[in-house]
Nanobody, 127 residues
Framework: QVQLVESGGGSVQAGGSLRLSCAASGFTYSTYCMAWFRQAPGKEREGVAAICTDGGSARYADSVKGRFTSSLDDAKNTLDLQMNNLKPEDTAMYYC????????????????????WGQGTQVTVSS
Protein backbone atom coordinates (compact mmCIF):
# COMPACT_ATOMS: atom_id res chain seq x y z
CA GLN A 1 0.00 0.00 0.00
CA VAL A 2 1.50 3.29 -1.13
CA GLN A 3 1.46 6.14 1.35
CA LEU A 4 2.70 9.69 0.89
CA VAL A 5 3.28 11.81 3.97
CA GLU A 6 4.04 15.52 3.75
CA SER A 7 5.77 17.58 6.41
CA GLY A 8 7.26 21.02 6.83
CA GLY A 9 4.31 23.33 6.33
CA GLY A 10 3.68 26.31 8.56
CA SER A 11 3.27 30.05 8.73
CA VAL A 12 5.82 32.56 7.52
CA GLN A 13 5.99 36.22 6.60
CA ALA A 14 6.32 37.33 3.02
CA GLY A 15 9.90 37.00 1.83
CA GLY A 16 10.56 34.07 4.12
CA SER A 17 11.34 30.44 3.33
CA LEU A 18 9.92 27.02 4.07
CA ARG A 19 10.99 23.53 3.11
CA LEU A 20 8.43 20.80 2.51
CA SER A 21 9.23 17.11 2.46
CA CYS A 22 7.28 14.12 1.20
CA ALA A 23 8.11 10.57 2.21
CA ALA A 24 6.76 7.71 0.12
CA SER A 25 6.35 4.26 1.60
CA GLY A 26 5.27 1.05 -0.10
CA PHE A 27 6.54 2.52 -3.35
CA THR A 28 8.38 -0.11 -5.38
CA TYR A 29 8.33 1.36 -8.88
CA SER A 30 11.69 1.96 -10.52
CA THR A 31 10.34 4.57 -12.95
CA TYR A 32 8.00 7.18 -11.58
CA CYS A 33 7.29 10.85 -11.08
CA MET A 34 6.62 12.80 -7.93
CA ALA A 35 5.14 16.24 -7.76
CA TRP A 36 3.87 19.04 -5.56
CA PHE A 37 0.44 20.52 -6.07
CA ARG A 38 -1.32 23.24 -4.13
CA GLN A 39 -4.88 24.36 -3.65
CA ALA A 40 -6.05 27.60 -2.14
CA PRO A 41 -9.63 28.04 -0.89
CA GLY A 42 -11.99 28.58 -3.80
CA LYS A 43 -9.33 27.84 -6.39
CA GLU A 44 -8.46 24.85 -8.53
CA ARG A 45 -5.58 22.56 -7.67
CA GLU A 46 -2.38 23.82 -9.30
CA GLY A 47 0.76 21.90 -10.19
CA VAL A 48 3.81 23.51 -8.60
CA ALA A 49 6.79 21.25 -9.34
CA ALA A 50 7.35 17.77 -10.73
CA ILE A 51 10.34 15.48 -11.12
CA CYS A 52 10.61 12.06 -12.74
CA THR A 53 13.25 9.36 -12.37
CA ASP A 54 14.15 9.47 -16.06
CA GLY A 55 16.89 11.97 -15.29
CA GLY A 56 15.21 14.98 -16.84
CA SER A 57 14.95 18.37 -15.25
CA ALA A 58 12.19 19.36 -12.88
CA ARG A 59 9.20 21.17 -14.25
CA TYR A 60 7.92 24.22 -12.40
CA ALA A 61 4.85 26.36 -12.65
CA ASP A 62 5.62 29.82 -14.01
CA SER A 63 4.37 31.34 -10.76
CA VAL A 64 7.16 29.71 -8.74
CA LYS A 65 10.10 29.62 -11.15
CA GLY A 66 13.21 31.12 -9.61
CA ARG A 67 11.76 30.88 -6.09
CA PHE A 68 10.99 27.18 -5.57
CA THR A 69 13.35 24.25 -6.03
CA SER A 70 12.33 20.61 -5.86
CA SER A 71 14.62 17.63 -5.40
CA LEU A 72 13.98 13.90 -5.56
CA ASP A 73 15.97 11.32 -3.64
CA ASP A 74 15.32 8.19 -5.66
CA ALA A 75 17.03 5.90 -3.14
CA LYS A 76 14.87 7.14 -0.27
CA ASN A 77 11.71 7.90 -2.26
CA THR A 78 11.56 11.38 -0.81
CA LEU A 79 10.64 14.61 -2.52
CA ASP A 80 11.53 18.01 -1.13
CA LEU A 81 10.35 21.49 -2.04
CA GLN A 82 12.48 24.45 -1.00
CA MET A 83 10.36 27.58 -1.13
CA ASN A 84 12.12 30.93 -0.99
CA ASN A 85 10.87 34.50 -1.24
CA LEU A 86 7.38 33.35 -0.35
CA LYS A 87 4.46 35.55 -1.26
CA PRO A 88 0.95 35.76 0.23
CA GLU A 89 -0.39 34.22 -2.99
CA ASP A 90 1.60 31.07 -2.18
CA THR A 91 -0.78 30.42 0.71
CA ALA A 92 -2.44 27.06 0.10
CA MET A 93 -2.64 23.43 1.09
CA TYR A 94 0.31 21.69 -0.51
CA TYR A 95 -0.04 18.09 -1.64
CA CYS A 96 2.54 15.51 -2.65
CA UNK A 97 1.63 13.17 -5.50
CA UNK A 98 3.22 10.24 -7.32
CA UNK A 99 2.72 8.22 -10.47
CA UNK A 100 3.49 4.61 -11.36
CA UNK A 101 5.43 5.60 -14.48
CA UNK A 102 7.28 8.49 -16.03
CA UNK A 103 5.40 11.29 -17.76
CA UNK A 104 6.04 13.30 -20.89
CA UNK A 105 7.42 16.64 -19.75
CA UNK A 106 4.38 18.76 -20.75
CA UNK A 107 2.09 16.50 -18.73
CA UNK A 108 4.03 16.55 -15.47
CA UNK A 109 1.97 19.23 -13.76
CA UNK A 110 -1.37 17.67 -14.64
CA UNK A 111 -3.09 16.42 -11.50
CA UNK A 112 -5.04 13.78 -13.42
CA UNK A 113 -1.74 12.04 -14.25
CA UNK A 114 -1.01 11.08 -10.66
CA UNK A 115 -2.16 7.91 -8.93
CA UNK A 116 -1.23 8.56 -5.32
CA TRP A 117 -1.77 11.57 -3.09
CA GLY A 118 -0.78 12.66 0.38
CA GLN A 119 -3.05 14.36 2.90
CA GLY A 120 -1.49 17.77 2.45
CA THR A 121 0.35 20.30 4.56
CA GLN A 122 -0.75 23.91 5.04
CA VAL A 123 1.46 26.82 4.03
CA THR A 124 0.38 30.29 5.11
CA VAL A 125 2.26 33.41 4.04
CA SER A 126 1.34 36.71 5.68
CA SER A 127 2.06 40.12 4.24
Amino acid sequence: QVQLVESGGGSVQAGGSLRLSCAASGFTYSTYCMAWFRQAPGKEREGVAAICTDGGSARYADSVKGRFTSSLDDAKNTLDLQMNNLKPEDTAMYYCAATRSTLWFPYRLGSNRYNYWGQGTQVTVSS
